[in-house]
Every structure is written in structure tokens, then in C-alpha cells.
């Protein structure tokens, strides 16, 4: 088992940036492909990023190409999730999420066995 807990959000105004971090803690960290999720009120939960074991492979979703990187350092167990340019529509809870039900990464949210409790992002406009 593995225990995630989210840190880094908060309210914020259009064009500003936040790092969310998710520090694991349990089983080796370096197994698990990760992802970050965010979740508005009355929306499903929606993959915003996701990386792979090594780091070396990352997905986005058009809606954040180009302004969210998702990162991860496994000597420190922790996944960074790098926002810029912030828009009112990413107001949302962030989850961060792992899997070792892949070899690679996937953006499937029923593919992530692990959760953490999330933090909420407000953008203001």
C-alpha cells in the first residue's frame, strides 16, 4: 500500500501559478505510475496529468498542455504537479493518484488504486 498526501493549493488569481506536491509514503514509491486529478462541483473526475514510473513518459489533456507539468522525484517520494497561467476553470479539488496496474501511465481514474485526500485550487478571475 502506498499513502499520498496533497499540499500546495489555494486561492489564486487568473494568470498566477501554484506546485502542488503529494508526498507517498509505504511501499516503494518508484513502482507506481502517478496522476494528478482535479474534480469541480457536479463534474466527473478529470486526469489533468500523468507520469510514468522513471518520469520519463507524462500525459496532458488539452485543456492544460503547454501550461501544467507534472514532475516526480522518486529519492523523495513525492509527485509536483507545476500550474501556470491559471484560468477560473481550474477551480477544483486536485487529487493525486497511484496505480501499478500499468507499465506505463494512464489517465483512467478507475485504474488508480491509491488516493489522497486532495486540496482545493481557487482561481479568481
Known amino acids: 500500500q502506498v499513502q499520498l498526501v496533497e499540499s500546495g493549493g489555494g486561492l489564486v488569481q487568473a494568470g498566477d501559478s501554484l506546485r502542488l506536491s503529494c508526498a507517498a509514503s509505504g511501499r516503494t514509491f518508484s513502482e507506481y505510475a502517478m496522476g494528478w486529478f482535479h474534480q469541480a462541483p457536479g463534474k466527473e473526475r478529470e486526469c489533468v496529468a500523468a507520469?510514468?514510473?522513471?518520469?520519463?513518459?507524462?500525459y496532458y489533456p488539452d485543456s492544460v498542455k503547454g501550461r501544467f507539468t507534472i514532475s516526480r522525484d522518486n529519492a523523495k517520494n513525492t509527485v509536483y504537479l507545476q500550474m501556470n497561467s491559471l484560468k477560473p476553470e481550474d477551480t477544483a479539488v486536485y487529487y493525486c493518484?497511484?496505480?501499478?496496474?500499468?507499465?506505463?501511465?494512464?489517465?483512467?481514474?478507475?485504474?488508480?488504486?491509491?488516493w489522497g485526500q486532495g486540496t482545493q485550487v481557487t482561481v479568481s478571475s
Open positions: 507520469i510514468s514510473q522513471s518520469g520519463g513518459s507524462t
Open positions: 493518484a497511484a496505480t501499478t496496474r500499468t507499465t506505463t501511465l494512464t489517465a483512467l481514474a478507475l485504474r488508480y488504486d491509491y
